[in-house]
């Protein structure tokens, strides 16, 4: 397999195949997975880590079809420190479609909630919103280290963590805009930062895992409010996916984000990810955005 360098030349893969081996759950029973955190210290699971395994869960249960939609709740904070056990319900099995609910469980109490559908492939209507314009590739911006080298003292273990997807934003450093008040609206261009397999269900749920990164903050870009400051404490609440097309997770993607509205401490994001021209994926995403 080719190994992809980034910057100085350093080679990227590790991150991506430690990322592969989160995803790939221990089956406990029929219906019953296992899946573990990385070792990494950190305050609470990350959502996209919940979400994109407990995809594999239902996948797992799932003789064929390709997942199109899922619908997520965050319920309670997840503990890094031990496994998460994921119970798969198998709501509906149809000729065309197959539906899953998926509870992942910590300390005997449910963390997350997933309902997945599932559709065998069929042809029909095609039309899409056309891709934004004027967007600078990605290789013409910053990496995360690069961009964040000045902020690397108050970062911290989170400057140097190994990171599986390369994020590339279009404009002002997110987690240095603290007092600048943005347009609700943010461009970031994403891909697994190594190979994956040619597995298309990996390929959604890796790009699941990366839905959760970025979106909730463009709630605070119209504010001037930034977490890294403590201005404000977030966390996601729900999380929707439609899935359209085929893509490559660890190809560039475009993740075209806006914020209709935010009230009463939540905020709304919605996400559209593009790849070569075509709409692959929608997102949106509602979540607890406090100020402190």
């Known amino acids: 397999m080719c190994r992809r360098t980034g910057h100085n030349g350093r080679v990227t893969q590790a991150a991506v195949d430690n990322l592969i081996h989160l995803l790939d759950l221990e089956r406990i029973e029929r219906n019953i997975f296992r899946g573990q955190s990385p070792d990494e210290r950190r305050q609470r699971v990350f959502g996209g880590q919940v979400a994109g395994q407990a995809l594999v869960a239902a996948y797992r249960t799932v003789e064929s079809g390709i997942a199109h939609s899922l619908h997520a709740y965050f319920l309670q904070p997840g503990d890094p420190t031990i496994p998460i056990l994921y119970e798969v319900e198998r709501i509906r099995d149809g000729r065309s479609f197959r539906t899953r609910r998926v509870v992942a469980i910590q300390h005997g109490q449910a963390i997350f909630h997933l309902s997945a559908s599932f559709h065998e492939i069929e042809t029909g209507l095609e039309h899409q919103m056309p891709p934004p314009q004027g967007i600078p590739p990605p290789d013409d911006l910053p990496d995360f280290a690069t961009r964040n080298a000045a902020l690397a003292e108050k970062l911290g273990d989170w400057y140097t963590r190994p990171r599986p997807i390369d994020t590339r934003y279009v404009g002002p450093n997110p987690l240095a805009k603290a007092g600048a008040l943005l ?84 905020g709304l994001a919605r996400g559209l990810i593009y790849q070569d021209g075509q709409l692959v994926v929608s997102v949106v995403q509602e979540g607890l955005v406090r100020t402190l």
Request: with cysteine; aromatic share 12%.
């Open 183 to 266: 347009e609700p609206e943010q461009y970031v261009w994403m891909r697994a930062d190594g190979n994956l397999p040619d597995d298309p269900v990996l390929h959604q749920c890796v790009l699941t895992y990366a839905s959760d990164m970025s979106l909730l903050d463009t709630v605070t870009r119209p504010h001037g409010v930034s977490f890294i400051e403590g201005d404000v404490m977030m966390a996601s609440l729900d999380h929707a996916m439609w899935f359209h097309r085929p893509f490559r997770a660890d190809r560039w993607f475009l993740y075209a984000q806006d914020t209709p509205a935010a009230s009463r401490a939540r």
